[in-house]
Structures are given as structure tokens and as C-alpha cells.
């Protein structure tokens, strides 16, 4: 596992970031299994692992912290959100008020069995609600002690450019991958003004590997509806690039992986999953490059 910095925080993350979130947190999932992923991901040197209070139905943060219990958290970066929560019923609320994110943090220390959390994100603002009040908010949080680094995440480029721009918080985390090229432009902007960057969604999904055609359980049956339901442009959009799925020597997630790599600006690539082969074939992707034609042919199909 190879390692970058994330931007001018002071720390160090592995290029290859786990997501805690979706089915992997889910009671239907066995947490046995959710378990050894997470201890699996440690010992290929994972150092970062992304969650939310609202994942999973509100269990993905519970069951990270339950999986970490008794291990050496020294070198890892436990990165959480606020702003959104599970409100019931598979409903998800929002509240960014000072008081709302102070009891939001709190909560989630007790949840993930922590102290302090190296980062937390500011879950889909608006950029009317990034004020004065709620930055003065997060100092608060930093000067207690609870947080070390704030983000934010959002897929909204608007809003990307005020997080970007925004001096009180330190990462942003956007939708990077093969389907979203233009986000380079936004990476550079960050990166210039020592932003630490997360790409979120670095394997679009699996809708460029396919996996929407990978029936073998539930589980897949749970993703596939998901991405009927929400995501059926990103599906066909995807269809461009089935030549990843023929490469020699990778996959077509791993090619994926390097191409969000490649990009200087990227601090880490947080995927997720529910298979220990996946996890193990993906965190093999930090090691990977890509050969000078399968980029060519990448750019190609983004161009068309």
C-alpha cells in the first residue's frame, strides 16, 4: 500500500480508503463478515475508513466501531460526517446548525468507541449554510479536542468551488472517476489551495465492471435496484468503457483505481464493498499504473 498526505492536515492516508457505508453496514449483511473486511482491509494497510451517522439506515457507524474495538488506532484516519442523519423509515434528514453539528460529533465518538475524530465532513451543504457560525461551530469542536480536520462532501460542482474556497475546512470529497473527468479541474482548484481530496465513488458505482449483471445474492440484488432506481445514466454512460473488463493483467475496478490515481491531487480513493476478494484485488490497485494506451483509450471514450 502506498501512502499520500492529506493536504496540509498532518496526516498520512493509504491511497486505497475503505467506505462503511450501503449494504455493508446493514443488520441483513452478517457482521461477522463485515467484520473481517474492515480487520483484512487493516492488515493490507488501510489507514482510512469513511462513514456517517445516516449510512445504513444508521447502523454503519455502530458497526465500525464495534469491528475496530481492540485495535491499534494509532495510524488510522477515521473520517465521519455530520449535517445528515437517519430520520426513519429509510428517510434522511438534514440539520446544519451549530448545535445540531456539536451533538452530531459527540454522538459519533460514542458510536465509533472514540475520542477523536481525525475528520469530519460536512455531508451535501448548500453553500448558503457554509457561514460564519457554523465555521465558528467546527473551531468549537477543534479546540475541544473532538476533531482534528474538517471537510465537506458534495457532488454539486457550485458547491465543490465554495468548499474549495471555504479557509475553514481542509478536504473535500467529490465524485471522481472515469464517468467524471471534469472533475480534474475542481482537483486542481483544491489541491492549489492545500486542500486534501477524497474521490468518492472512484469505481462508479461498479456500473464500468459491470456488477449491475452479477446476480449472485442479495446483496447484489439490493446494489442492482439501487442503480435502477437512481442511476441508470451513470449504467449507460458506463457501456463506453466495457473494454476495462478485457485488460490484461487488471480489472476493470483496479483500472478504474489507477485512473483516479493517476491524478496528483487525489489524497485517497474510498471504495467499498462487501466481498473480501474485491477488497483484497482492490487495495492491490495502489501497487497498479496504467499502461500509456489504456489511458489513451479511457480519454477517448470520455471525449465521446
Not at 152 to 177: E, R, T
Request: glycine share 10%; with cysteine; proline share 4%.
Amino acid at each position: 500500500m502506498r501512502y499520500r498526505p492529506l493536504g496540509r492536515t498532518g496526516f498520512s492516508v493509504s491511497e486505497i480508503g475503505l467506505g462503511c457505508a450501503s449494504y455493508w453496514g446493514l443488520p441483513r449483511f452478517d457482521e461477522g463478515e463485515a467484520v473481517r473486511l474492515v480487520h483484512r482491509a487493516l492488515d493490507l494497510g488501510v489507514t482510512l475508513f469513511d462513514t456517517a451517522p445516516g449510512y445504513s439506515r444508521g447502523e454503519a457507524e455502530p458497526r465500525l466501531g464495534r469491528a475496530l474495538k481492540g485495535r491499534d488506532l494509532d495510524r488510522l484516519v477515521i473520517a465521519t460526517k455530520v449535517g445528515t442523519f437517519h430520520a426513519g423509515g429509510g428517510r434522511m434528514g438534514r440539520d446544519f446548525s451549530p448545535a445540531a453539528i456539536t451533538a452530531s460529533v459527540e454522538a459519533s465518538l460514542r458510536r465509533l468507541g472514540l475520542e477523536r475524530l481525525a475528520l469530519v465532513q460536512l455531508h451535501g451543504p448548500a453553500a448558503a449554510e457554509l457561514n460564519d457560525d457554523l465555521f465558528e461551530a467546527l473551531e468549537r469542536l477543534r479546540r475541544r479536542g473532538l476533531a482534528a480536520a474538517f471537510g465537506a462532501n458534495s457532488f454539486d460542482p457550485a458547491v465543490i468551488s465554495a468548499i474549495i474556497a471555504a479557509p475553514g475546512l481542509d478536504v473535500v470529497m467529490l465524485d471522481y472517476n472515469v464517468l467524471r473527468p471534469e472533475r480534474a479541474v475542481l482537483i486542481d482548484a483544491a489541491a492549489a489551495q492545500g486542500k486534501g481530496v477524497l474521490a468518492g465513488m472512484p469505481l462508479a458505482m461498479g456500473h464500468v465492471d459491470g456488477q449491475i449483471r452479477k446476480l449472485r445474492g442479495l446483496r447484489d440484488l439490493w446494489y442492482a435496484a439501487r442503480a435502477l432506481k437512481s442511476h441508470r445514466q451513470e449504467v449507460a454512460l458506463a457501456r463506453r468503457f466495457a473494454f476495462l473488463r478485457h485488460l490484461d493483467g487488471m480489472s476493470a475496478a483496479q483500472a478504474s483505481l489507477a485512473y483516479v490515481l493517476e491524478h496528483p491531487g487525489v489524497s485517497a480513493a474510498v471504495m467499498g464493498t462487501t466481498r473480501m476478494a474485491h477488497l483484497e484485488a482492490n487495495v492491490a490497485a495502489s501497487a497498479l499504473a496504467l499502461p500509456a494506451d489504456v489511458s489513451a483509450r479511457i480519454r477517448e471514450a470520455q471525449a465521446a
